[in-house]
């Protein structure tokens, strides 16, 4: 029921479609404390209109779906002031002003990019091993045509992997005639070395202790992360492509900076516990960094490794947590693992890849 309407001075012409019928109601409207009065209608608590209009000459109700109040004169400034003001970027932001929203908005990327990330490592963990496995097995045939095999360096790799993984996930490693100086992690705990790592090393130790930083992406689950980032949850459901895009994919992936500086700390500590010294890595990564001093600095310290430099001062560091080291291969083991892929071959096409 409408209010008795008082003689007032303040008050405004205006014209009002209640929400019930079609008709336009010319009305004289005026302020009494925090509502509004309307002759002949139900006084509107201030905090119930917006504004609806540009000019701020028309409001609507938020409780009332069809009513409009207008004014086709603008109401005294008294009257005004007291309506609500037109929104610059929408509710909430006009509510904490831009800057705030963006800070807002900034900390939700950061938390939205955050967990993406965060999401794939807790997913990647999730997945049963044995189907990680399976993977790992189906993306290592496509290799078949490449892979060296000869019994007795593969048995001496063999107890290299052991010696360097953990006993509850042993690693399976594997040796691919590619002449690129790397070594690359499979889903599963597969790795496979490539020829030119083993044709450019000049010792066994340089071997084990990049087949230490594999085992180290496996252990930390950096390869299904990888996969995931790119395949999406099409790679467990089978629609994101085939072994050969996996391995593709493997080949190509750049970790992040944190993950192969994790890799790198789980290698020095699988050397360490082996016994082996980690001073023959340290030479590895000195001769790689020779490579890297014709490069532009920005275009090292932007690559997905670590600079060799800080790489190599890492596990020269480690070298005296092992006092008296033992070789990661005899002579011999060592002979039928350089043999597994025919007539060795000097040098190798350098690449920082692991």
Known sequence: MSEPSEPRSDRAPAWLHDGQSAIRHDVLVALSGDRLLIDGFDPVPLDALRRIDARGLQFGRSDMTGWRLGFDIAPPAALLRRLPTAGRYGGPIDRI??????????CLSALVILGTIQGLDLLARMIPYRWEQRLG??????FGARACRAPAGQAALDGLARRLSSADRPVRVGVVDIPVVNAVALPGGRILIFRGLIDAARSPDEVAGVLAHEIGHVEHRHVLVALLRR????????????????????LESRYSRAAESEADASSIEHLVHAGISPTPTARLFDRLGRDEAAMPKLFVYMASHPPSAERRARFDAAAKR?????????????????????????????????
């Open 231 to 250: 395949f999406g949850i099409g790679l467990l459901v089978g629609s994101g492509g085939t072994a050969a895009d996996y391995g593709q994919a493997l």
């Open 137 to 142: 097995d189906a993306i290592s045939g496509d």
């Open 97 to 106: 002003g831009l800057w705030g929203a963006a800070a807002i908005a900034l």
């Open 322 to 354: 092992v006092p008296h080291p033992r070789p990661s291969l005899d002579p011999a083991s060592w002979a039928a693992v350089r043999a597994m892929c025919g007539k060795t071959k000097p040098g190798g096409e350098f690449e920082l890849r692991f």
